[in-house]
């Protein structure tokens, strides 16, 4: 499995982005998907998970400001993030588990401007 992620850049406190996570090779084997971030000098953390039926759960810090979504027939998730604030800064990184392991993507940069 690959994953690429995408659509991060910078935007001003408030407004919103779209982060997107093209899954391929064996994308079939995905079950759950999810996206987390990470802060300079923080660690990884989970933002939002969604499993293969759909359910979600998110981070508290990004509750009723952000949505994970999913289209398995096109293997892609997606982040959509509302209401950015200058802490949703990081590099965020779209992440996959089969009933082997899981996968990571590169990771895209979102910077939150003041």
């Known amino acids: 499995v690959q994953l690429q992620a995408s659509g991060g850049g910078l935007v001003q406190a408030g407004g919103s982005l779209r982060l997107s996570c093209d899954a391929s090779?064996?994308?079939?084997?995905?079950?759950?998907m999810g996206w987390y971030r990470q802060a300079p000098g923080k660690q990884r953390e989970l933002v939002a998970f969604i499993t293969s039926g759909g359910r979600t759960h998110y981070a508290d810090f990004v509750k009723g400001r952000f949505t994970i979504s999913r289209d398995n027939a096109k293997n892609m998730a997606y982040l959509h993030m509302n209401s950015l604030k200058p802490e949703d800064t990081a590099v965020y990184y779209c992440?996959?588990?089969?009933?082997?392991?899981?996968?990571w993507g590169q990771g895209t940069l979102v910077t939150v401007s003041s």
């Open positions: 992440a996959a588990q089969t009933g082997q392991r899981d996968y």
């Open positions: 090779g064996s994308a079939f084997s995905i079950g759950g």
